[in-house]
């Protein structure tokens, strides 16, 4: 008898090439996705004068620099523009498939690859940004990586890796109404900690994971690293494969078939031992906001920030003092007495199309009382929620219906919260600064977002639901 | 890469938990070309107010510890974003070692990859070897990756560092040259792999 694996083991011993004494692994990428942040990598491969290894295996996205407003008239900016051209230089220069500006697939990354059918369970995927972590929701083994990692994915299609240790978060239950991925995942983090997960891969099991959908499984995976985890995952099921079926890169009729027979056995067994074990039951998780700089600080939205006069530990007192200060609340106020000055709904955490029929639901007849962007996780994401007519929602309620990217989630391409605002946000990182110099960003769902712009105030989402189907 | 054995110099507190690698290099900066000079930007919002000016509580701004070789840093160093440029940012401003009780994941990779020595220490010695400097801004600090020692005035720490990791700075090694050593057992993977895993090989692009 072999012992007992976790779904962690077997997706690294499935990709481990060589494994050294002290304990490193050579592993196979299985992909590797690019976007305009990846010239570093290009250029350290450049300088050492080799190419690209598997081309094939390489594919490029235009997200993080690319305008959300009038494409049809190019970039405005010369160094965005030039931030985009670089990638298509480096793109047609290594014969890799760029899912460019102009091209209608285009998207933000971890959107665009799961759509495509380019991620797949038992993969091993890496990209140049920590949200890698998303297309763990398929059963894959993704994470993030650096420039000189990403370089020398390049150049040799493997990575040098550690194994992380194996870490199992259960989640029971049935969330109520109004509850989604985005409550579940803030409330883990609350509960580990940012770094609670630090080295460690993470496994989401339990009923209210394998009752959420696909898209709700990539924003709970999207934010493992969040709590500080390598990576998270979800063993694929029978969502999994209908999600996957027909998509444009995965395999087609018979080969779909066998391939789904195989992907069938990535799961933990039963017995498998993980290091770390949490768990949390769905039921008792209410609609989740952010008061402070740090993914961790998580509260349900009927909470009060925390008065640091009440907190006998010093530096956690310093700590909540130095964040009101910055997120400019007054100690023990009430969370939805917290007015704000603008909404957010996009990003690789919450732009999908559910994500976007969730805000719609609570927005539909209804005006935001504060200005408001929305920006869908890809051009096919666009074009189906105008199909549904949620474009239409979004612009009669007064907020702006823009193009795919990164946008407002990190300010880097043009799209950014001015400095002393308050913005209601679906993003991943409520860091100082994150959404522009001195702004304030509170994390929460996109439905949550949208209860916050009809009231103008943080706000609980539940009793705007009333009456309404979801 | 450069080898990491050993560094002497002056040690720069920075005891605040999770500064994470958007205060150590703000976005707007990941534009920049390394040559561009990230050193001169960093920790951009956390040294200068708005108007540009130095501010003069920024422990970094200190006359002795604005030349340091080394920082004193607080629990989950470098988490968030994957930007290497953070890295870069840290070790063009003269800093080769960062001393803190956590790092996060991705940031101690590139660290390494990039001859920055990621020494953790306890909570308890973090806050020590803080207060030691505070109190001392000229007092030197030794760090040995060989002995994995720390020392501070008469006082010696040991540090834990991943031995992969470890193994790399004091060698120096290049992971695409190492890498090329296992060639053969590439290739066997790849040609194996293609016949037990024929689903992970992705269709030729589909035509419009």
């Given amino acids: 008898m072999s012992e007992p694996q976790t779904l962690t083991d077997r997706l690294w011993a499935a990709h481990e090439i060589v494994r050294r004494e002290d304990g490193a692994a050579l592993l196979w990428v299985d992909r590797h996705y690019v976007h305009e942040g990846s010239f570093n990598a290009f250029s350290q491969m450049k300088a050492r004068g080799r190419s690209i290894a598997e ?38 220069e290594s014969q890799i498939t760029l899912f460019g500006l102009r091209d209608p697939r285009q998207g933000i990354v971890h959107v665009v690859g799961p ?167 769905a039921t008792e998780i209410a609609p989740i906001v952010t008061w402070g700089t740090t993914p961790d600080d998580g509260l349900p939205i009927d909470a009060c920030v925390p008065d640091p006069a009440r907190e006998p530990d010093a530096a956690r007192k310093k700590y909540i003092e130095e964040a009101l200060a910055y997120m400019g609340i007054a100690p023990g106020t009430k969370l939805t007495d917290v007015a704000i000055d603008r909404i957010f709904i996009g990003s690789c955490t919450n732009a999908r199309i559910e994500d976007l029929r969730s805000a719609a639901a609570v927005l539909a ?59 209601a946000s679906t993003t991943n990182r409520n860091f100082r600064g994150r959404q522009g110099r001195g702004a304030r960003t509170h994390l929460m769902s996109p439905a949550m977002v949208a209860a916050a712009a009809v009231t103008g105030h943080l706000a609980d989402v539940r009793p705007l639901l009333a009456g309404r189907k979801l | 890469m450069e080898k990491f054995v050993r560094l002497t110099g002056k040690a720069c507190p920075l005891p605040q938990p999770n500064v994470n690698t958007d205060q150590i290099l703000p976005a707007r900066y990941l534009k920049w070309p390394r040559a561009r000079g990230l050193g001169a930007v960093l920790f951009q919002d956390l040294r200068f107010d708005t108007a540009g000016s130095e501010r003069a509580d920024f422990p970094l701004n200190h006359p002795v510890w604005r030349h340091a070789k080394i920082l004193i ?26 001393i803190a009780p956590s790092f996060g994941d991705i940031f101690a990779q590139n660290a390494v990859k990039n001859g920055l020595l990621t020494a953790i220490v306890s909570e308890h010695d973090a806050a020590e070897l803080a207060a030691a400097v505070t109190a001392d801004p000229q007092r030197d600090v030794t760090v040995d990756l060989e002995q994995q020692t720390i020392v501070c005035g008469n006082r010696t720490y040991g540090f834990s560092i991943d031995p992969v990791s470890r193994n790399q700075l004091l060698n120096g090694w290049d992971d695409v040259e190492l890498t090329e050593s296992y060639r053969a057992a590439i290739s066997a993977y790849r040609a194996s792999d293609g016949l037990r895993r024929p689903w992970a090989i992705p269709p030729k692009p589909p035509h419009d």
């Fill in chain 1, 55 to 92: 081309p094939e295996l390489t594919f490029g996205v235009a997200d993080h620099y690319v305008p959300t407003r009038n494409r049809a008239g190019g970039i405005a900016d010369p160094e965005l523009a030039t931030m985009v051209r670089n990638l298509e230089g480096n793109a047609a």
């Fill in chain 1, 115 to 281: 759509e495509q059918g380019l991620t797949l369970p038992g993969l091993l995927i890496v990209c140049g940004d920590s949200h890698t972590s998303t297309h763990g929701a398929f059963g894959a083994y993704a994470f993030g990586i650096g420039a000189s990692e990403a370089a020398h994915v390049l150049m040799t299609q493997t990575l040098w890796q550690k194994k992380p240790k194996r870490m199992r978060v259960c989640v029971d239950g049935r969330a109520t109404p109004g509850i989604g991925a985005k409550d579940i995942a803030l409330a883990i983090i609350a509960r580990v900690g940012a770094d609670g997960a630090q080295g460690h891969a993470i496994e989401f099991c339990g009923s209210a994971i394998r009752e959420l959908t696909m898209e709700g499984r990539m924003t709970l995976c999207n934010l493992s690293i969040e709590a500080g985890g390598r990576c998270g995952m979800v063993a694929p099921d029978a969502t999994t494969f209908s999600y996957l079926k027909g998509r444009p890169y995965a395999p087609q009729g018979a080969d779909f078939d066998a391939a789904v027979e195989a992907w069938s056995s990535l799961k933990s067994d039963p017995d498998a031992a993980f290091d770390r074990d949490v768990s949390l039951g």
């Fill in chain 1, 365 to 423: 007849g209804r005006v935001s009382k504060v200005p408001g962007l929305v920006s869908p996780g890809s051009s096919p994401v666009k074009r189906q929620a105008e199909q549904e007519g949620l474009d239409r929602i979004f612009k009669d309620a007064g907020l702006d219906w823009a193009d795919a990217g990164c946008s407002m989630c990190v300010g880097i391409n043009g799209d950014i919260v001015p400095a002393g605002e308050r913005c």
């Fill in chain 2, 73 to 98: 840093a607080g629990r989950n160093f470098g988490s968030g974003s994957s930007r290497e440029n953070a890295v870069y940012a840290i070790y063009d401003h003269g800093l080769h070692c960062v």
